[in-house]
């Protein structure tokens, strides 16, 4: 969380009588609501991952180059809820599903909050979340920007110098300018082109 995301988080949450986080910033339910009403309409959706990052030991890192720099936490816990749609929905009839869904993402948020809380004070967590003490290997954290910016610089001059890979690249952003554009988007193209 950057500095600024924090003070638009405090900012809406001072207008609309919240209260302020500390550990995560208040939800914007508007885009999330209509992803997951298009993908449930078309069944393509039947739970919803909840994953909870907290960080321990060093610097949490805020940009690229803190990655680049090594300044980085020691441990990475990952937190990781599933929730059936139906579940979320049952016995709740009377209200729009949008709304439903909005309150919803609102209580998983103070409950986040809560449980980064315990977290970063180390209180005792719950006992259903499993830990996995796996180290992180230096070597391969350094490694991975090594590794992206030389493929990319390949790719780069693979493009510049070699025909059959600049024809591939062109067909591919043809096809990708086609289906998202012409078609909508990939999921409409593929639809359309199994019927």
Known sequence: MSQDSIQKSNKFADE????RYEYVIHPR???FNHIFKRMYSNEQIDCIHDVTVGYRGGKMPERETDFLAGNMPKEIHFYIDKFSCEKIFEDKNDKPKSEILEEWICERWKQKEEFLKKFYNQEQLENNYETNASTINKFYLTMYPIFWFFSLSLI????YYNLFVRSFLFIALSFYFYQQFISNNIDNFIINSLK
């Not at 609309?16 to 209260?19: F, G, S």
């Not at 780069?156 to 493009?159: G, I």
């Open 16 to 19: 609309k009588n919240l209260p």
């Open 29 to 31: 339910v508007t885009g």
């Open 156 to 159: 780069f001059l693979l493009t």
